[in-house]
């Protein structure tokens, strides 16, 4: 599975759009980008997944760049309850033995 | 959205001990699933994958010995952690997959062992 690269930190203001990059420069054609959110002490949370197409859902956006080299997660209007780790993962989307390999994911914090 | 649930939310146990942790999917079956592990401040580490029916697969230096993965129907996977340790101490996430490809996480068990 390809690797990802995510900043360690991030902070956000209350009702301001959260934008979460993710490098995956090794991806390859197959492989799906998977955003997972873990809040203290939780399971990680399921946002939202695509191959090529941007996608949209009631939680986030996700913009994958044309190459597929890289994407950002939207969250529109994020507020206090977004605070959490973001996870960004690559993974072989039609095998039964793909895996989710978490990296350090990012840290938002949003702030009033 | 598809739940999967563990139990117990959290143990505590002796040292030399087993424990059983339980995992189900809740609505959906569960073709494969997974086990991850969590040491505070840390990133999720996988140790094993298991597909319903199949001996499962160990992650390079998870000790299959000492974490019994059992996946005997669609909607059950246990791992028991044997003769446990206060190194074994950590939060166990467990995570279920349909035939599709998205994947779902359950809420986590904290094992304490004194």
């Known amino acids: 599975d390809a690797k990802t690269t995510q900043p360690p930190s991030m902070d956000c203001a209350e009702g301001r759009a959260a934008n979460l990059p993710c490098n995956h420069s090794?991806?390859?054609?197959?492989?799906?980008v998977y955003w997972y959110r873990q809040i203290h002490s939780q399971g990680p949370q399921y946002i939202i997944h695509?191959?090529?197409n941007n996608e949209t859902n009631e939680m986030a956006s996700l913009i994958i760049t044309e190459d597929r080299k890289s994407s950002t997660l939207i969250l529109p209007h994020a507020t206090l309850r977004d605070t959490a780790v973001y996870y960004c993962?690559?993974?072989?989307?039609?095998?039964?033995?793909?895996?989710?390999?978490f990296g350090q994911g990012t840290t938002l914090q949003v702030k009033p | 959205g598809a739940v999967v649930s563990q139990h117990p939310s959290w143990v505590i146990c002796k040292s030399g001990t087993s424990v059983k942790i339980e995992c189900r999917s809740l609505?959906?079956?569960?073709?494969?699933m997974f086990w991850y592990r969590q040491f505070p401040k840390q990133s999720l580490m996988l140790m094993a994958t298991?597909?319903?029916?199949?001996?499962?697969?160990?992650e390079q230096g998870v000790e299959k010995d000492k974490f019994l993965i059992n996946h005997a129907s669609l909607t059950l996977s246990t791992l028991t952690v044997t003769s446990a340790h206060p190194e074994d101490s950590s939060f166990y996430i467990c995570?279920?997959?349909?035939?599709?490809?998205?994947?779902?996480f359950g809420p986590g068990t904290r094992l304490t062992v004194t």
């Open positions: 995570s279920a997959r349909d035939a599709g490809i998205r994947q779902y």
């Open positions: 090794t991806i390859s054609g197959n492989e799906y």
């Open positions: 695509g191959l090529k």
């Open positions: 993962i690559v993974r072989f989307g039609s095998s039964n033995t793909g895996k989710l390999i």
């Open positions: 609505d959906f079956q569960a073709t494969t």
């Open positions: 298991s597909n319903e029916g199949s001996k499962a697969t160990y």
